[in-house]
């Protein structure tokens, strides 16, 4: 059953359980014979409602849902609301997804909102001109006035009036008056970041994966990347080129002075007006602020101040040591740099390093001075001074050194030889050569400028019976005996080399005529010990 009231003649063409009300009477001759899609229970009133309506569809207003076609179950209210809207969509108010052609599962809510849209899917706008010329993008939900005005990234949040109001980029979340509002010159562009509270990340442009909780939090930040703030006005300076920052507490980074800026990265603040040392201060961390005189961890029954760490705390203060305090009355476990003013130690009055532990029985203390090479130690026991004891001294200290070392393998082919006869072997191969002493294209020597003792190993590998043997300055050194057909034969030892024109090679004697080529296998190495 269908009714029609003052409906276009011959516009129903097989509607059954349909109520036209004014349908497509509109005063022009322009839509005679328009036929109404065929469909069943669709409710239109208004001039142009519904004009190619599905079945189950609700269009109400001048052209509501005027093209509503393919999808049964739209419902349009309001003038012009979903005018050539496709699909089961929801749009309420005066031209609330006025060019929105396709896309299933769409709710736009408010006067002039979600208009410019024309193909969206499960996006969620509702709000006085709430999305109102944002792009054609999926799973958005924009509430709040004017929120989301000219959104363009997919799957984002954002609820608030002016929420995102230049908000690009893809997954954000947006929470509260003005949160993320972007630049009105540069369509914010960055992805993945959350804002929670008014006002945050209200400058936001391309910047990405940042946290902003809190009323004005990182409020100027445009480029900046990766930042996590945490109270009102946390980071509210953080402006360009300020990445990987963790502030927290009520104005921290923000208390006048020294706020955080450009350029400022990697640092965390952590307390209310807890501020770094610049506002461009890279790799801080900071705890707290100026008024902060206590440092206490109750479980471990630690409870540090500027003047005293605690008896019975096994810890150090590390910093310079008071020159005002002798040595002799330090109260307090201590590390650091010591002006001496009390007594003379390895004939240097002017300071040491110096390291002492404490407790009210008993003390130990070490001084250490670079220019003599000396360590000394010494202790109290309940009062009594012991004398100093050298561990270290001109007397006893060893100079460390290094010298030249290289290693050589046969590589890319094996070698032919002479049969029965004794044959250098042509290590053509270096894995190292530290100073550069080995000859590994013409002479396959080692001649180190170090003098020396130096331990020396060859390894050779033959496809016959072979001895190996290490030469110096062309004449045998050290000599293995005679191995098996097939098998790798080594020797090595101590050799002393005068770091000018002596000179060491590797060679065989085999009754066959290959040197096999190994990296593991035909290999001959070096060492300086000592001179």
Not at 131 to 138: A, E, H, L, R, S
Not at 411 to 428: C, D, E, L, M, R
């Amino acid at each position: 059953m269908s009714i029609t009231i003052n409906h276009q003649t011959n516009d129903i063409s097989g509607v059954g359980g349909s109520v036209t009300i004014n349908g497509n009477a509109v005063p022009t001759t322009s839509l005679t014979g328009v036929t109404q899609s065929s469909g069943s229970f669709i409710t239109s009133l208004g001039a142009g409602a519904g004009q190619s309506g599905s079945g189950g569809a609700v269009t109400i207003g001048y052209q509501a849902g005027q093209s509503n076609s393919y999808g049964g179950g739209g419902v349009h209210i309001g003038y012009q609301a979903g005018k050539v809207s496709i699909g089961g969509n929801v749009t309420i108010g005066n031209s609330a997804g006025l060019a929105l052609s396709y896309g299933p599962y769409c709710t736009i809510i408010g006067t002039n909102a979600g208009t410019t849209i024309s193909s969206a899917s499960r996006t969620t706008i509702i709000g006085a001109e709430a999305g109102k010329q944002c792009g054609n993008v999926d799973d958005l939900t924009a509430i709040g006035n004017m929120s989301g005005f000219y959104a363009s990234g997919n799957a984002s949040t954002l609820l608030g009036s002016w929420a995102g109001y230049y908000s690009g980029g893809i997954e954000r979340v947006a929470l509260g008056a003005y949160s993320m509002r972007g630049s009105p010159s540069w369509n914010s562009t960055g992805a993945y970041s959350v804002g929670v509270g008014a006002y945050s990340l209200f400058n936001y442009t391309s910047g990405e994966k940042n946290v902003a909780i809190g009323h004005s939090a990182l409020y100027s930040a445009t480029t900046s990347k990766w930042n996590v703030a945490i109270g009102h006005n946390a980071g509210y300076g953080l402006t360009t080129a300020s990445d990987n920052n963790v502030i927290i507490g009520y104005l921290a980074g923000y208390t006048g002075t020294n706020n955080l800026t450009a350029s400022a990265s990697n640092n965390i603040i952590i307390g209310a007006s807890a501020q770094a040392t610049a506002s461009n201060a890279n790799n801080e961390i900071t705890l707290g602020n100026a008024s902060i005189a206590s440092f206490r961890i109750p479980g471990l029954g630690i409870n540090w101040t500027t003047s005293n760490i605690p008896v019975g705390i096994d810890v150090l203060k590390i910093d310079t040591i008071s020159t005002t305090q002798a040595a002799n009355n330090t109260t307090t476990a201590q590390i650091g740099w010591r002006t001496l003013t009390s007594q003379t130690l390895f004939g240097q009055t002017d300071g040491c390093m110096y390291t002492s532990t404490y407790n009210t029985g008993s003390m130990h203390q070490i001084f250490g001075d670079y220019r003599t090479g000396q360590v000394a130690i010494r202790g109290r026991e309940s009062g009594t001074w012991t004398s100093w004891r050298n561990v270290l001294d001109s007397s006893n200290h060893t100079t460390y050194t290094t010298g030249p070392t290289f290693r050589a393998f046969r590589g890319t082919s094996s070698q032919t030889v002479s049969a029965n006869s004794w044959n250098k072997v042509q290590f053509n191969t270096e894995s190292w050569d530290t100073d550069n002493a080995f000859d590994s294209t013409t002479n396959y020597r080692f001649t180190p400028q170090k003098a020396g003792y130096y331990t020396v190993n060859v390894n050779i590998g033959c496809t016959n019976q072979a001895i190996v043997s290490i030469w110096k300055n062309g004449a045998e050194y050290l000599t293995a005996g005679w191995a098996s057909g097939g098998s790798y034969m080594s020797t090595g030892g101590l050799v002393y080399l005068n770091g000018s024109t002596d000179y060491i090679e590797g060679y065989v004697w085999t009754d066959g005529t290959v040197v096999e080529a190994s990296a593991q296998g035909t290999v001959f190495s070096a060492i300086w010990v000592r001179g």
